[in-house]
């Protein structure tokens, strides 16, 4: 038996190469959609893909060379869809016989069997909101003295995943600055919780250009999009700074990390080394000591395997880097964000970078960390395309994800009282 793959536009392409290399007797095993080329999601190419056998055995007639036919057999897809319009053929045969056939009678037994299930629904629905209830007065019982105002507040950082403690000393905050009836104006109440949450992050100095050798390193746990940013970061150094760049890798775990970032730099004229030991890392520092800003890619290692991390933290001693961000994922909760933070802290990060925010239901966790880490918020990153999808976090950008309703009044004569 004999399994090959053809690849073509289309399923009729991918078939007839099949035929003409097997002939007539070939089986078809699968067929699937594959993409191809591309970089970091650019310039991808759809191909259909079809997985076939052909037994090989003596008894078979060789070579298999396809043979002229009278007529065209239909294609794999024309097959496909003589199949499903019989199928919906039957489909609808039996809906119209069930339609037409007469429905049994009900019996008492059902009927009272139909009430009591009816009533049971209301039973629980009537508990569900009593839940409810409990749930908000257990909530509110902490700040009982508090305004309605206030307790709005309460309630929306909670229900956007806030932790309890960091909500109520935003609430705090806002009734020690407002106090008596300040404190039931909505409007002000908004604007002092939002002010309060963006002065809780801590802003990532800008750096001086002109410097040489200055190194990046780009550390944290799998799949958080650590090479994406790295391949952000460059570009803009690069295009748009008018900065002499070079990339570092040490992601020489993951299939195609290295291809993946050798294709970009190829595209961006950009140098690139791999390095595999902490000894070839201090060398490719040396080698590109000449340029402006040096970017360092680093595998991902979960939280959850502190050897590796102590490995990582080999390379990361020998590149001896000017920044060591911490990249994490926007949907991470509070406890894995802080799990990684302290898993990872013995690094030595001195910048956080958020990604995937734009796949967050909800940006709480980060006042967690801003208060447990106390280390600078670099960028922020909403999408995969490079080099967009890019921008230097800031203390109001940060609270605007976190409290949208304050971000979107009109602070002046407010914020002067905060």
């Given amino acids: ?54 037994d090989e055995s003596p008894m078979r007639v060789q070579p298999r060379v396809q043979q002229s036919r009278p007529q065209q057999s239909p294609s794999a897809g024309e097959d496909v869809l003589g199949s499903l319009r019989q ?6 045969e039996k809906r119209k016989a069930d339609a037409s056939a007469k429905r049994p009678p009900v019996t008492i037994a059902q009927a009272v069997s139909s009430v009591e299930s009816d009533a049971l629904k209301q039973e629980l629905s ?4 009593a839940l409810g209830e409990i749930a908000q007065h257990i909530k509110h019982s902490k700040m009982p003295v508090l305004s309605e105002a206030l307790k709005n507040v309460y309630t929306t950082l909670t229900d956007n995943e806030v932790e309890e403690d ?6 705090q905050t806002c009734n020690n600055k407002l106090g008596g009836s300040a404190s ?40 958080v999009g650590k090479t994406t940013t790295v391949a952000k970061l460059a570009s803009i150094s690069k ?46 520092i040396r080698k590109y000591s000449n340029c402006d800003t040096i970017y360092i890619d680093t595998v991902g290692r979960s939280q959850r395997k502190p050897d590796k991390i102590i490995e990582l933290g080999r390379f990361i001693d020998a590149a001896d880097p000017n920044e060591v961000h911490l990249v994490l994922s926007a949907n991470f909760s509070a406890s894995t964000v802080l799990d990684v933070y302290r898993k990872f802290k013995g690094l030595k990060p001195n ?20 208060r447990s880490s106390n280390i600078p918020f670099s960028f922020i990153t909403n999408g995969q395309s490079v080099p967009d999808d890019i921008e230097p976090a800031s203390g109001e950008m940060l609270a605007k994800m976190i409290y949208p309703v304050g971000s979107s009044r009109d602070k002046a004569g407010v914020e002067a009282n905060a």
């Fill in 239 to 284: 295009l748009v700074k008018g900065e002499n760049v070079a990339l570092i890798t040490a992601d020489t775990y993951r299939i195609g990390a290295i291809d993946q970032l050798k294709t970009f730099a190829d595209i961006a004229s950009i140098p690139l080394s791999v390095v595999y030991t902490p000894d070839e890392m201090i060398a490719a």
């Fill in 1 to 54: 038996m004999r399994i090959k793959k053809f690849t073509g536009a289309t399923a009729k392409e991918a078939v007839e190469k099949m035929r003409q290399e097997f002939g007539e007797e070939a089986v078809v095993l699968n067929t699937r959609r594959v993409t191809k080329g591309g970089v970091l999601g650019i310039g991808n190419e759809e191909y259909v893909e079809v997985t076939a056998a052909y």
């Fill in 351 to 370: 910048r956080l970078l958020i990604t995937k925010t734009d796949e967050a239901v909800s940006l709480g966790m980060l006042l967690s960390l801003a």
């Fill in 184 to 223: 039931q104006n909505q409007f002000a109440v908004d604007n002092i919780a939002y002010s309060s949450i963006a002065r809780r992050f801590t802003e990532a100095p800008a750096r001086r250009l002109g410097r040489k050798g200055y190194v990046v390193a780009l550390v944290g746990p799998t799949g």
């Fill in 87 to 92: 199928l919906a053929s039957k489909f609808e």
């Fill in 126 to 129: 009537e508990v569900k909101n």
């Fill in 166 to 171: 960091v909500a109520l000393e935003i609430v």
